[in-house]
């Protein structure tokens, strides 16, 4: 497989055990090796008042599009931590959009940075950074072992 | 009031409206000055496979805690930023609880730590430090503006 | 005066008040408006054990390149805070590089992202991410006060 | 040894080494498992401007207690990253004091908190928090390989 290949095949792999990410919607737009576009809308149950979204959701939807950027090459990887920073509220409508880009690689560790904009091209909601760790296992071959020691 | 009435007014008004909270069968089970905590089951529709929880909905129940305690004053404030890291997998049927408490204010803002455990007392899903940052008006008060320009 | 001119100005103007920066031998070596390079030679003074650079100097020279870029509108701004990443060892004699982009500003918040390297174009030392906030007062005229409440 | 005894061999041996902090004048004035204390004393040269300390300083000082802390059990701890938040500047001539606890540890990982204060119970100038990562070897054997893959 090209590696714009294992990133769909890794992709599809992730998604369709993601009840999560379905559920609420989310769509995985565009991934390639080391980056991921996720979209979602702001629905009424992801608000807290005032029409505004939960930064709860701002974050997940980071998050997924940081999950399917580092799950790229085919190799298990486990979200380590974050840092994300609130930049403009989203609102009830919004059609959100987290593009995630890989920073740099190391060792098994990996950085990745993702930007929420309230539209393609719109004004920036959230900025996040993603820690990954790679672990043992592959996305692209039956598991027996999902073990998450970080 | 006190500030212990305080605190629980201004929980009480933010819980009236925040509908995600309300839909997650997150519980604000004590708030007091500075100080907050959260309960939140895992179910089915939070998992993304292998019966983990999805980080995003980890990062939700430790921001609401968040959330209650940063406001726990009566004064309007906002979430800046965060930083979580991810400690172990929290899985389907975990009764969740995330326990904010304040490290530090300073001008208008603030530092608050939000542990999350398996169960109460049980072993750390994740760590999580907030950042907030106090704005105009109150929650005990009827607002005209719920500007959130950070 | 241009935005490239006020850069160089207000970058001139922190300079010469950096005693800290100029004692290690810290050279700006480009700035503009929402970016700046800073370069740092690792001598032994900087090292703690096994000619590995302390961590803390990494920092220093990351957060520098970050002080330079987020000044470079002549309005003093202070670091909030910033978030870092070791991703391999600076090591004696290494002549590291650190390159500051502004990611986004937001009211009087700005973030940056930093780079450091072992050498242009080297390998990767360390990933900051810096977090500004814009208070009164210009680096372009003369001051009177410094306050720096967050 | 006990773990009181583990902690301070390890801490001995750690800053025959460390020359970094030696020549700044920082003294570990308390060590034990899981903790450190580290003070330093801010002078001129570590000041930029306005006799206020270069951040980069404040950095260095909590992140010399975070590892410390971090390699009180005897084995090799690298610094993985950190995160700080700047509360109030610290000046010329302060005595500052960073307190280092462990917060959690789970696998060959670890966050430690560190406070640093302008003087043994003043004002807080600086919250850290760093994440550790255990590598191969120890302090209190002959070491051969120091790698610091991350």
Redesign the interface.
């Known amino acids: 497989m090209t590696p714009d290949e294992t990133a769909r095949a890794a992709g599809a792999a ?1 998604y ?6 379905q ?1 609420l919607g989310i769509e995985i737009t565009e991934i390639g090796p080391g980056r991921a576009t996720a979209a979602m809308r702001v629905t ?7 029409k ?6 701002v ?3 980071a ?2 599009a940081f ?1 399917f950027a580092c799950n790229s090459y085919g190799a298990n990887t ?12 989203a609102r009830l409508g919004d059609e959100l959009i987290a593009v995630a880009v890989e ?2 690689r ?2 098994r ?1 990996g ?1 990745y ?1 993702v930007t929420v904009r309230r539209s393609p091209g719109g004004p ?1 909601v959230a ?1 996040f ?1 993603g ?1 990954s760790r790679t672990v043992a296992g592959s996305l692209l071959e039956p598991q027996t072992d ?1 073990g ?3």
């Open positions: 992730m369709a055990g993601d009840l999560a990410s559920r009424e149950t992801m608000t807290n008042g005032h505004v979204a939960h930064g709860g959701y974050f997940l939807l998050d997924t999950a486990l979200a380590a931590g974050a840092e994300i920073s609130f930049v403009e509220p920073r740099v190391y060792g560790s950085l940075d920036v900025e950074r820690r999902n998450a020691s970080p």
